[in-house]
């Protein structure tokens, strides 16, 4: 990701889209074979120092790559851009790199949830507490959870890889999206300025919007940094809760941790998440940058205003380079994944009896109880067990309930105490767990998008 967003790669892009662009050209008579051997021979000569120096007096760094090039390319440099604007140029590239990118993210997405399919089918039946409002609640199954963190990286897989596919580019439009300059300059050679176009972009694997202005809508830079905001929200929520169920209170998950790994210069016991504390760091400067796009989008006025160019230079390359780096890290943690069983049987029978509530009081009901009289019963014994948790004693509340006249009346002792097992309250946690681990292998492995630049 690095290498594809690197400054040598973007100027090798733009070398072979010029290259292209001589080629389709050629084939209306404006550019000889013998030019165009000329620009082949010089299309990698990528010279930054140059190219910066000349860029220090000109101010314009496309400008300063064309010098470059046309100075090297002495035969064909002089035929390089012709009826091109800048924009032509750049934003054809920065469309191929960014379907170059959303291709590498959503493969990196499918080997990520390979990982999670594996944790899946081996923790699907693991009964485990689940929590609303950061409260106890009632019982899942780890593999469950685990599909939960998974469906989302599995929407933001789909959604790249479609993503990938469908991006369109500005195509070759000129000054202000009419195409005029070719239209001029390829009058009476029997070639259109759609078919040149055509050509052109059939080298990059691009198709073209059918309108645009001197840029493609900077709407299509909103929608891709916008949908690698929404991986990192995925993201950000799975590694939030990592840290939450490592965090001492719980205790129940933790990241993989080393035998030299130090957790903290002044406390020499200390085992931090770092792994999910920077994927929610990195999280953040995607979600921001999703902003400054946004702003673009909304501010690029009439035909083109150029208020764009600095903070889209940053928050594109930035975006995907978070992301990359924030789906390596969520594989680190899925792969070394460390489950304590101990603790969360522990939280299990300290929570769990409070879940059987719901089950005493649908077998009561059914036998004629009456529904809010006995769920105020229910309630009143549940928060005398709380009173008895928070002093640090074991759960009573299955000895309340099966001390209860009431409740006795409609459900007996035994059956309390089989409805009082909270690992029998997972309802369908298990079988949907295998069913979308299932779903994750049968996935098919995204096509990937390449460019014709070694990275």
């Known amino acids: 990701m690095r290498a594809l967003f690197s400054e040598e790669t973007k100027r090798r892009m733009w070398r072979r889209f010029w290259l292209a662009l001589a080629q389709a050209q050629a084939q209306a008579g404006l550019v000889s074979e013998e030019e165009l051997a000329d620009l082949r021979r010089y299309v990698d000569a990528v010279d930054l120092a140059a190219a910066q ?19 090297q390319a002495k035969i064909g440099g002089g035929k390089l851009h012709l009826g091109a604007t800048s924009m032509d140029v750049e934003d054809n590239v920065d469309t191929a790199r960014m379907r170059v ?15 999670f399919a594996s944790q899946i089918e ?4 693991l009964p485990c507490m689940a929590y609303t409002h950061l409260q106890a609640a009632e019982p899942t199954t ?13 929407l933001d897989c789909e959604n790249l890889k479609c993503l990938a596919g469908w991006l369109p580019s500005k195509g070759l439009r000129g000054a202000v999206g009419t195409a005029a300059s070719y239209e001029a300059l390829l009058a009476g050679t029997g070639v259109s300025p759609e ?16 309108i645009t202005g001197q840029t493609y809508s900077r709407r299509l830079d909103y929608i891709v940094v916008a949908n690698l905001a929404a991986l990192a929200a995925s993201a950000s929520k799975f590694a939030s809760d990592v840290r939450i169920l490592a965090s001492s209170p719980f205790g129940e998950l933790g990241e993989p941790f080393t035998s030299k790994q130090v957790g903290s210069s002044a406390m020499p016991f200390k085992r931090n998440p ?21 702003q673009n989008a909304a501010n690029n006025l009439l035909e083109r205003t150029l208020d764009d160019s600095a903070s889209r230079r940053v928050a594109i390359p930035e975006s995907f380079l978070a992301a990359d780096e924030i789906v390596m890290l969520a594989q680190k943690i899925v792969d070394g994944l460390r489950v304590d069983r101990r603790r969360i049987s522990a939280n299990l029978e300290r929570f769990g009896p ?25 309630r009143e014994a549940s928060m005398r067990a709380w009173e008895a948790l928070e002093k640090s004693e074991k759960n009573p509340l299955a000895e309340e309930l099966m001390q209860d006249k009431t409740i006795a009346q409609y459900v ?11 690992a029998d309250h997972t309802g369908l946690a298990a079988r949907r767990a295998r069913e979308f681990a299932r779903k994750v292998r049968s996935m098919e492995k995204p096509e990937p998008v390449k460019i014709d630049v070694p990275l």
């Not at 120096?53 to 100075?71: C, G, P, T, W």
């Not at 081996?122 to 039946?125: E, V």
């Not at 879940?355 to 009456?370: C, F, M, Q, S």
């Not at 007996?412 to 909270?422: A, F, S, T, V, W």
């Open 412 to 422: 007996g002792r035994d059956e309390i105490k089989l409805l009082m097992n909270p």
């Open 53 to 71: 120096e000349i860029e220090n007096e000109i101010h314009h760094d496309l400008m300063a790559e064309l010098r470059v090039y046309a100075s």
């Open 101 to 115: 990118a959303l291709s590498m993210l959503s493969d990196a997405l499918r080997s990520l949830l390979d990982a």
């Open 142 to 154: 780890l593999g469950y959870r685990m599909s939960m963190w998974a469906n989302d990286f599995y």
């Open 354 to 378: 409070f879940a059987a509530t719901e089950a005493v009081l649908v077998a009561a009901a059914k036998r004629g109880a009456d529904r809010q009289a006995l769920h105020e019963r229910l």
């Open 122 to 125: 081996k923790y699907a039946d």
């Open 195 to 210: 078919q040149l176009e055509r050509e052109v972009l059939d080298a990059f694997g691009l198709s073209a919007l059918m």
């Open 274 to 294: 770092i792994l999910s504390e920077r994927i929610c760091s990195l999280a953040r400067i995607v979600s921001a940058h999703a902003g400054i796009t946004w």
